[in-house]
Nanobody
Framework: QVQLVESGGGVVQPGGSLRLSCVAS????????IGWFRQAPGKEREGVSC????????YYKDSVKGRFTISRDVAKNTVYLEMNKLKHEDTADYYC???????????????????????WGKGTPVTVSS
């Protein structure tokens, strides 16, 4: 059974930092791509970052470049999103996912069907407020 479980969200002041974790089960990170997405109230879901299984290449949404860093620990089957210099507009529910939705969102360099079925975590909330 494929499962993704996020944690690490919370309430933080502007300029603060959080580290989100996504623990995968039912598959190993050396064979699958993982992406982070977010959705704020009244807005569309958007891709934030992803990391490739092949060589740890990372992709980022323009608005988070230089502030967020994605990484993975294959031994722990965990992907992290380190978020620094947080802004009010970063407030959202954050989700991790794997599968073709990640490839399609970030324009990854092979057909989406080769990334397999989509799986989503239940999300972890991030609130940036003074």
């Amino acid at each position: 059974q494929v499962q993704l479980v996020e944690s690490g969200g919370g309430v933080v002041q502007p300029g603060g930092s959080l580290r989100l974790s996504c623990v995968a089960s039912g598959f190993t990170l050396d064979e699958y791509v993982i992406g982070w997405f977010r959705q704020a109230p009244g807005k569309e879901r958007e891709g934030v970052s992803c990391i490739l299984s092949s060589d740890d290449s990372a992709y980022y949404k323009d608005s988070v470049k230089g502030r967020f860093t994605i990484s993975r620990d294959v031994a722990k089957n965990t992907v992290y999103l380190e978020m620094n210099k947080l802004k009010h507009e970063d407030t959202a529910d954050y989700y991790c996912a794997t599968g073709g939705v990640v490839a399609g969102t970030f324009g990854l360099p092979k057909p989406s069907y080769l990334y397999g079925s989509d799986y989503w975590g239940k999300g972890t909330p991030v609130t940036v407020s003074s």
